[in-house]
């Protein structure tokens, strides 16, 4: 028990990135502790990898059965944000940019189930080959080329070093610029190219499909303010290790929204309304605007 516990945190960060739920990973988490709780953990050599492994291999089945889910899944998937302070922090000396970011995870989304438990174990972790190749059960020359294969799947647009504080700055001109139901300063806020990704679920009103176009985003925000005006309440949180915004309407939680910014401008919005995924959000995120 005492064993599993120390590596409870480092276990949640692997299987929350491969599968974008928290509730999933908790759910391959107990699955884990029940294989530990009943193997001969006094003959294992290396306690760590035995759990890294047994939790890389669950995530990789429970992931090939949440995509065959998602088949039928209404309008588009994003993962379940990860709020304030808890969320599992990435690990290891070589991090990737904004590794646990919405951005980034949908990202992830283009990859097989194993080509992407190779990958994160590579670029997120800092495994090597051979622990790489011990975790999938796969030779050394196997793992690199499925490693090899994802990155050129990975494709992002160009990175970006925005401070914090600029991030921040941009998020308060955006709640301004929504309260105020303003065009002119809304668009200018987005880059030309911006794209928004709505989640709904099928359970409350939201886009199907991504909204290309800084025009079709302010039509969209213009929308929202003409039919919800005063009734919304936004508020700055950490939302996947990221400053993003809560929206509560009538104070009821309505929406976690994460951006992609590089620094002067929005590049892509990821609205998450589906209700089941804000369950885990706390009502009194951390810096109110």
Known sequence: MENFERQRARLMSIAYRML??????EDVLQDAYVRWHQADTASLQNTEAWLVTIVTRLSIDRLRQAKAEREYYVGQWLPE???????????GPIEMANDLSIAFLMLLERLAPEERAAFLLKEVFDFDYEEISETMGKSMAACRQIIHRARQRVKQRPRFEVSRQAHLTLLGKFIEATRSGDRERLKALFAEDVTLTGDGGGKVPSVLE????????????YAIHRN?????????????NIPGIIRHVDGKLESATSFVTDGMRILDIYVIRNPDKLKSVTNQPSRPS
Not at 81 to 91: C, L, R, S, Y
Not at 228 to 240: H, K, Q, T, V, Y
């Open 20 to 25: 974008g739920s928290r509730n999933d990973a």
């Open 81 to 91: 944000p990860w709020v304030a302070e808890h969320a599992p922090p990435a690990e």
């Open 210 to 221: 991504p909204l290309h176009g800084a025009d079709r985003v302010v039509r969209l925000y």
């Open 228 to 240: 919800l005006g005063g009734r919304m309440d936004f508020r700055i949180a950490e939302i996947n």
